[in-house]
């Protein structure tokens, strides 16, 4: 099934367009959502934002969804024995007055099985779901991040196990 998938996928990757890179969807700001360029072998790729809740009522970001890749997931990392890894969650708490940010080595979407490469300069859609907001689409740029958007330089091997592939 996965194969065909593969076949059938289209180029959804469209040329990053110059505009305002912030979206309202309900009491949520998303701000910025991003990605970082991965080598074409990359099977797995992150995306990153930052969400603030505008509203008097806690929210939570419960879904993402993307054609960018086969399946997308919200995860965190967690240090254990030392060794930085990635585990999945079941929602993002978007708690008025303190924003949420997804960054490298912290919360990030998740994306699994990628459909196309993550190239420097393209952008592609990513659609969010909340618990209280509900469901907006927003795109989410690929570039190699400065120092503002929190970039780090450090390899993360995805630790979930998976048959296949
Ligand atoms: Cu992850």
């Not at 008097?56 to 879904?63: A, E, G, I, R, Y």
């Not at 060794?83 to 708690?95: D, F, P, T």
């Not at 099985?113 to 927003?138: I, M, N, Q």
Request: net charge neutral; aromatic share 4%; charged share 20%.
């Amino acid at each position: 099934m996965n194969r065909v998938l593969i076949l059938l996928a289209a180029t959804f990757a469209i040329a990053a367009p110059a505009l305002a890179h912030d979206y309202m969807q309900g009491d949520i700001h998303i701000m910025k959502p991003w990605s970082r360029p991965l080598p074409p072998v990359s099977a797995n790729g992150a995306a990153y934002m930052t969400l603030v809740n505008k509203g008097n009522t806690p929210d939570k970001l419960v879904s993402v969804s993307t054609p960018m890749a086969m399946k997308a997931e919200l995860h965190t990392h967690t240090m254990e024995g030392g060794m930085m890894k990635m585990r999945r969650v079941e929602a993002i708490e978007i708690v008025p007055g303190k924003p949420s940010v997804l960054k490298p080595g912290g919360h990030h979407v998740m994306m699994m099985g990628l459909k196309e490469p993550l190239v420097e300069g393209k952008s592609y859609p990513l659609t969010l779901t909340f618990e209280r907001a509900g469901t907006v689409e927003g795109t989410v740029r690929i570039f190699e991040p400065g120092e503002s958007e929190g970039g780090m330089k450090h390899d993360m091997k995805h630790e979930e196990k998976k048959e296949g592939g």
